[in-house]
Each structure stands twice: as structure tokens, then as C-alpha cells.
């Protein structure tokens, strides 16, 4: 037997045993009332208490990181915001005068360089090519991406296929289809940095899954070289397969043989891209049991059919959050193609940092802020559909019951 | 269609004196262990062959070696005429002959009921989707789950999956059903469902090869009943003397240990 007391005070008696004399067990009556949760448990008291103030440490924890934001934040938004220069047509708008007593951002520069860290040097009366190649870029993007998309097949037939040929010939030029030829000496900015972003991309899933089916292979020499390829490259930094693609590769093959500086810039990402892809792939196909494998051979499904139609389609739903980590690891790598001479968007805004034009001491942090952004925005828009995705998928997976 | 159905149950029958497998002397060795002695074994068409014996005496290895999921490194298999070799082609061409039900159902998990059914007659018939739907919804009308035919696997209960996964095999239309231990990851409750559904199978005169310890499935249908220990086939015989006058030591042992 327990005596309680309520929170509005009242008393109740509850007991469960048999009592002795009568020999009777507890019996219920009448159902308890729902009461509504104590004030400490809902609305905004709730939520601090339980996220911000549950116990002493939680609550140090959460006055440290507020004195941090405090001591952090104003001076940034001070220097990016409230005594940042807008508009300005060279140096002398951005240095510490009357007008302009405090130095900050100097977003003027920004501006003023914008459309060289887009298009590199790309010829001005071409740009509207490389607008054209962004603009069927988002698009099969947005195709591909979009799950509830009409004709996801061709979506993906599109970006994989339709997509790389078809910015090839805008990119590159075509003067049969009176589109002048742009050597890649003149590519820059964003836009190189894009191009061997979706070159890594497009080319690593499928190379990747190659490699990784390769690695689990029955057939020694297949098995063999998969393992080799895999081995070596990721025994290797990204910058060495760089600096081995654009300097030692010369050395061995005819000059009128070797290509252009740019391919082979992407040959190496890619292939560095694709290692990296097999192993993450090779991770899902494990994870799918064997007794797949065994009824799509039962069944008399060939070793090809199986793994598209049984194997691929299962391994590849359950990676996809690796694969997409991999791209988002990939776009910041593209970075590194500077060191062999490529001017992609973070080298345009080292160049343009360094125009004496604009040269003030705002300006290379006003550039390398703005560098940021734009990585931090691209990254944590792959990040944010990972995460949709998983979510989806999860759902998804949890309605087919995949854990059987 | 059911005239479709029809043809392989009264096929089955005719021919009967025909031989659907003929093992000879099989050895296999899974590293140093001899898994398989000196297997002989002969299945008539329309013959229903229960194997049983203890864990690890080398049954469901027997079974999985007649559709080549197994290898086997002595000995010879024929199955309806077909020699199984080593060669790829070969296999599959024996496999589409040949029906497998597994312990674990093994359905696709990201395909429903119906795709279940139609992508191996679509891939490996080469057939029309719409013909290869028809044959998956009569044939899961005959296992007593056509309304599930939307469904995903997840979604049903082990005694559904396992006749989804016995309709999937017929679709392929094969001259010989293989079960490896087909009721043995079930619920108790959802044991029976599945036998029914084999016995009808039986009964449409089926080439059957069960490995099982179900006993009553064995009385009912069985021609006869395979008894394995430690690679071997230790005895060979009809139901009733198999379960009321067991020859061999080793056979009595293991019927006394099941049949309580």
C-alpha cells in the first residue's frame, strides 16, 4: 500500500496487494484522469530545463558558450556588416579616412572582381556559354535530386550522360556549331572549380562502383588490379597524383600526345575520387547479405543482372549519405588544382586579393571571408539533402522492413 | 494460363520413369573437411525426396550443390540431361530449370511482391512484362496471397514471405523444386501455411527435393525419405518403413531424438 500526495494536494491511497482478511486484490474503480504535464516540463521553461539547464555541468556549458558568442559575434558583424564598404570604385574607398573611420569588409572589391572569380578569363563575348552550362547544370541537378521527379531515369541518363558531353562542347567549343574554340588556359574561377567538381563526380560513382565490384571479384587479375588501383591511390596524397599528372606524365609520353593541363588535372581528381567512392560502395555491397546474391543465382539471374537489378540498387540506397560525404569532400579538394596552375575560384580571389588596385588591408580578408561563404553554402547545401535524404530513406526503408 | 500451370504437374507424370537428377560418387570438401562422401542419388520426375539428418551432416550442402550454388570437386550431376559443370553458362542453364526456397526467404526487399515474381521470367525468360505479371498473379493466387502483390516483403509476415518466395520460384516455371529447410526460421504458427502450400505442389505432381525435418510432411508426400549423417547418405527408404522400421543405428538414434 503507498500513500501519494498529488501536486494539487490531494491524497490517494493505492494498493496492489491482497489483503489479508478478505482476500480480495485490488480492483480499479474508475480510470485516472489525464492531467496536463507540470509547467516544468512544456513550453519554453520546459525546453530550456531540459536542453540548456538539466544539471550543473549543462548549465556551465551553456554560460560558456554564450559569454564565447558574445565575445565573438559583435566584432564580426562589425567588420563584415556595420563598417563594411558597399560600393567603391577602387582601393582609396576602402581605406581608413574620415569618411570611413574603421576598417572592414571591403565588399566593393567583391563586386568589382565578381564576375572575373565567376568566369576566370574566359572571353567576355563567350561568358553567356559558361551562364548556359551553370544554368543546364542546375537544372539536371535539380533533376537528379529531386525524388519525386517525373522520369528520374532520364534524369539520371541526362546528368551522366547528356549533361557531360553537351557542357563539353559549350565549355570548350565547337566551331563546326560556330562556337569558338576557348583554350582551358583562359577558364577560371568558380567555374573551373565547378567543372572539376562534376567531372570528379560524374566520373567516381560509376568508376567507383566498378573498382569496388572489381575488388570483391572472384577473378584474381580483376581482383588484383582493383586492390592495386584502390591501394595506391589512397596511399597517396591528392597533390602528388596532381603534381604526377601534370609534371611526370609529360616526361614519358610525345609532346603532341600529351593533353591539356586541365584534363589532366581531372583525369586526376577522378581517378583519385573514384578510389576513395569504391571503398565507400564497397562498404554497402558487404552490408547486403549473402543469401541475395544467392536467390538472384538461384533464380538464374547472370553475374551482371544480379548486381544491377539485386545488389547495386540496395548497397547504393544504403550509401548514399557516404557517397554524398565523399562529394562534399571532393568539392573542397578541388581546391588543390591551384598547385599545378589552374585558376580556380579560390586562386582567382588570391590574384585579385593581390591586385595593387585593391590592395588595402581589408581586402584579403574581406576575400577570404567571401571564399568561405561560398563553400559554406555550396557544402552545407549537400549536407542539408544528406540529411533529407537519410531521413527519406529511413522511412523508406523502415515501410519495406530492410533489417529481415 | 492454368493450361500452363497444368503442364508441368501432368508432364511431370507421364514421363515419370525419366530421371530429373542423377548424382554419381559426388565428393566435396569445403578446405579440409569432407563435406560430401561418395554421394549417389537418383530422383525420378514427380518423385518428392525429403532429406533429413542432423545439423552438419551435409544436407543442405547436397541440395545446394544440384542447382550449383555449391561446387563439388569429384563425382558427376545430370540434371534433366544436362551435365552440371563448372562452366558459368552451364550453371545458369541448369538453374532455370531448377526452383530454390531458402531457410531465410530471401526475397528482394526493395522490390514488391509482384517484381518479386517478374524479374527473373522478365531478365532471364526474356519475357514480356505484361505476360510475366499474368503468370506472377496466378501463381500467387495458388500460394493465397494475390492481394499482397503490391506489398513490399517487409510488410509481411514470415509464413507470407515464405509462399511469396515459393511463387517466385515457380514463375520461372521449373522442372525441379529444391527447399532448403523451408519452415525452419517460421513462427510455429505460420508453419503449417507453408507445408499446405507444399503438399499442394506435391499433389500437382511436382519434382520435389525438401530438405526438412517436418515429418508429417514427410509421411504425407514423401516417395521417399533420405537419411544423412557426416557427409553420408547412411539411408534410403519409403516413409512408413523409414519412421516404423528404421534399419540402420544411426537412423534410429536421430528418430528417437525428434520423435518424442
Redesign the interface.
Known amino acids: 500500500m503507498r500513500v501519494l500526495r498529488w501536486w494539487n494536494g490531494e491524497i490517494a491511497v493505492v494498493t496492489t496487494q491482497i489483503e489479508p482478511q478478505t482476500g480480495r486484490a485490488y480492483v480499479r474503480r474508475e480510470s485516472v484522469v489525464a492531467l496536463p504535464p507540470p509547467v516544468t516540463m512544456v513550453g519554453v521553461i520546459g525546453w530550456l530545463r531540459t536542453n540548456l539547464f538539466s544539471s550543473a555541468l549543462n548549465t556551465t556549458l551553456t554560460v560558456v558558450t554564450v559569454l564565447c558568442f558574445a565575445w565573438v559575434i559583435p566584432p564580426i558583424v562589425k567588420f563584415l556588416i556595420v563598417d563594411a564598404v558597399w560600393s567603391g570604385s577602387g582601393r582609396e574607398s576602402c581605406l581608413v579616412s574620415e569618411l570611413n573611420p574603421r576598417m572592414g569588409a571591403c565588399w566593393a572589391f567583391v563586386r568589382d572582381r565578381l564576375s572575373y572569380v565567376i568566369y576566370g578569363s574566359y572571353p567576355l563575348t563567350q561568358r553567356w556559354r559558361v551562364d548556359v552550362f551553370f544554368a543546364f547544370l542546375a537544372f539536371s541537378t535539380a533533376w537528379l535530386l529531386w525524388l519525386d521527379a517525373p522520369r528520374r531515369d532520364f534524369g539520371v541518363f541526362n546528368f551522366f550522360i547528356v549533361l557531360p558531353v553537351v557542357s563539353f562542347v559549350l565549355l570548350s567549343g565547337a566551331p563546326m556549331f560556330g562556337l569558338p574554340s576557348v583554350d582551358t588556359t583562359l577558364w577560371g574561377g568558380m567555374m573551373v572549380t565547378i567543372v572539376v567538381a562534376a567531372v570528379g563526380i560524374v566520373v567516381s560513382l560509376p568508376l567507383g562502383v566498378l573498382l569496388a565490384l572489381g575488388r570483391r571479384s572472384n577473378m584474381p587479375a580483376v581482383k588484383f588490379f582493383s586492390v592495386m588501383f584502390i591501394e595506391f591511390v589512397r596511399g597517396v596524397p591528392l597533390i602528388t597524383v596532381l603534381f604526377m599528372a601534370s609534371v611526370m606524365l609529360p616526361l614519358f609520353v610525345p609532346p603532341a600526345w600529351s593533353p591539356d593541363k586541365l584534363v589532366r588535372a581531372l583525369v586526376g581528381i577522378a581517378l583519385f575520387a573514384s578510389a576513395y567512392m569504391a571503398e565507400v560502395v564497397r562498404a554497402g555491397l558487404q552490408a547486403i547479405p549473402r543469401g541475395q546474391y544467392e536467390a538472384a543465382a538461384a533464380l538464374g539471374l547472370g553475374y551482371w543482372q544480379a548486381r544491377r537489378l539485386i545488389v547495386l540498387p540496395q548497397a547504393l540506397r544504403i550509401t548514399i549519405p557516404n557517397i554524398l560525404n565523399s562529394y562534399i569532400a571532393l568539392f573542397k579538394d578541388t581546391t588543390l588544382v591551384f598547385i599545378v596552375g589552374i585558376f580556380d575560384f579560390l586562386r582567382t580571389i588570391e590574384i585579385s586579393r593581390a591586385d595593387p588596385k585593391w590592395a588595402t588591408p581589408g581586402t584579403s580578408m574581406t576575400g577570404y571571408v567571401f571564399a568561405a561563404l561560398v563553400y559554406f553554402v555550396f557544402c552545407y547545401l549537400m549536407s542539408r539533402y544528406a540529411s533529407q535524404l537519410e531521413r527519406r530513406l529511413g522511412a523508406a526503408s523502415r515501410l519495406q522492413g530492410a533489417g529481415q | 494460363m492454368t493450361g500452363r500451370i497444368h503442364q508441368v504437374g501432368s508432364g511431370a507424370i507421364t514421363d515419370g520413369a525419366d530421371v530429373a537428377v542423377e548424382m554419381t560418387g559426388v565428393h566435396k570438401w569445403f578446405g579440409e573437411f569432407h563435406v560430401l562422401k561418395d554421394i549417389d542419388l537418383q530422383v525420378m520426375r514427380g518423385e518428392r525426396i525429403v532429406i533429413c539428418g542432423p545439423s552438419g551432416s551435409g544436407k543442405s550442402t547436397l541440395i545446394r550443390c544440384i ?3 555449391e561446387d563439388y570437386q569429384r563425382g558427376r550431376i545430370v540434371i534433366e540431361g544436362m551435365e552440371l559443370t563448372q562452366d ?1 553458362k552451364r550453371i ?1 542453364q541448369v ?2 530449370e ?3 526456397v ?1 531457410q ?7 522490390l514488391t511482391i509482384l517484381e518479386n515474381c517478374t ?2 521470367p522478365i ?2 525468360r526474356g519475357m514480356a512484362k505484361r505476360e510475366a505479371e499474368e503468370i506472377a498473379m496466378q501463381f500467387l493466387t495458388k500460394v493465397r496471397i494475390p492481394e499482397q502483390a503490391n506489398k ?4 509481411l509476415s514470415g509464413g507470407q ?1 515464405q509462399r511469396v518466395a515459393i511463387a ?2 515457380l514463375c ?1 516455371q521449373p522442372k525441379i523444386m529444391l527447399f532448403d529447410e523451408p519452415t525452419s526460421a517460421l513462427d510455429p504458427e505460420m508453419v503449417k501455411e507453408v507445408l499446405d502450400t507444399m503438399v499442394q505442389l506435391a499433389m500437382d505432381g511436382m519434382t520435389m527435393l525438401v530438405v526438412s525435418h517436418e515429418m508429417s510432411f514427410a509421411r504425407q508426400v514423401a516417395n521417399r525419405v533420405v537419411f544423412m549423417d557426416e557427409g553420408q547418405v547412411v539411408e534410403v527408404n519409403s516413409p512408413e518403413a523409414f519412421f516404423n522400421n528404421p534399419q540402420h543405428e544411426r537412423t534410429k538414434l536421430f528418430l528417437s531424438q525428434i520423435l518424442r
Open positions: 542447382n550449383g550454388l558459368i545458369d538453374r532455370r531448377i526452383g530454390m531458402f531465410q526467404f530471401n526475397l528482394f526487399p526493395h524479374l527473373a531478365w532471364v513490399y516483403p517487409g510488410q514471405q517466385r520460384a520461372m
